[in-house]
């Protein structure tokens, strides 16, 4: 079963403006995670935050986990064309497994 | 370093026929895991293997076996493809716990049952 749910399925923004997806999930977690995923490419990581953290920075990326409504946000400001990728959080299961969310697709329009 | 290597890139098999998938790390990883991603779905784990020499099944591993063979490399076994098997698959590892550490994947493969 699927652990964490993205939103919105899927955002097209101008390139220059921010763009904003969350994730919830529904049982607690250790840590959550952000992964991209270009077009027939494998998924990178982007980002890791304990469930002790409320925001997490990196470069363009910010992060914030709410873990009282079992939430996440992903940020990405400044958008750029290099950013049209699909976006999917993931949370640990357990020590081993980590659960994907089915992801959200981003398009930057030039 | 090459990362996670998996091979084939593309496979196309017809059904009852068997393949094996291969996966290889050069990162000293622990951990190594085999997902599915099919069309407007996550990923899902198919199998993991915590260490070498451990396996272990995850979501959805009917129709498939692993083999860990040694600390870099772990295969995906199909017995008797199935249509429904049709779908992208991916190799990955990490140090250790899963969600303790970021996961590196490789390129994929993409497999087609007919």
């Known amino acids: 079963s699927q652990q964490g749910e993205e939103d919105p399925q899927a955002l097209s923004i101008q390139e220059g403006e921010n763009a904003t997806m969350n994730c919830s999930y529904k049982?607690?977690?250790?840590?959550l995670q952000w992964y991209r995923q270009n077009s027939g490419r494998g998924l990178v990581h982007l980002i890791l935050?304990?469930?002790?953290?409320r925001e997490k920075h990196s470069g363009r990326l910010r992060v914030t986990l709410d873990t009282s409504k079992k939430s996440s946000s992903l940020l990405i400001t400044a958008s750029r064309a290099a950013d049209t990728a699909s976006y999917f959080c993931?949370?640990?299961?357990?020590?081993?497994?980590?659960?994907f969310g089915a992801g959200t697709t981003v398009t930057v329009r030039a | 370093n090459a990362g996670v290597t998996q091979t084939p890139k593309f496979q196309v098999l017809k059904t009852g026929q068997s393949m094996t998938l291969q996966c290889a790390q050069d990162?000293?990883?622990?951990?190594m895991y085999w997902y599915r991603q099919d069309p407007g779905m996550g990923l899902r784990l198919i199998y993991y293997?915590?260490?070498?020499?451990?396996?272990d099944k995850g979501e959805v591993p009917n129709g498939y076996n692993v083999s860990r063979l040694n600390k870099r490399e772990f295969s995906l076994r199909l017995e008797s493809a199935a249509p429904s098997q049709t779908s992208v698959y991916f190799c990955?590892?990490?140090?250790?716990?899963?969600?303790?550490?970021?996961?590196?994947f490789g390129p994929g493969t993409r497999l087609t049952v007919t």
């Open positions: 993931a949370t640990d299961e357990n020590d081993y497994k980590l659960s």
């Open positions: 049982t607690s977690i250790n840590n």
């Open positions: 935050i304990r469930s002790n953290e």
């Open positions: 990162m000293n990883h622990n951990s």
């Open positions: 293997s915590a260490s070498e020499g451990t396996t």
């Open positions: 990955a590892s990490n140090e250790g716990q899963a969600g303790s550490y970021e996961q590196y």
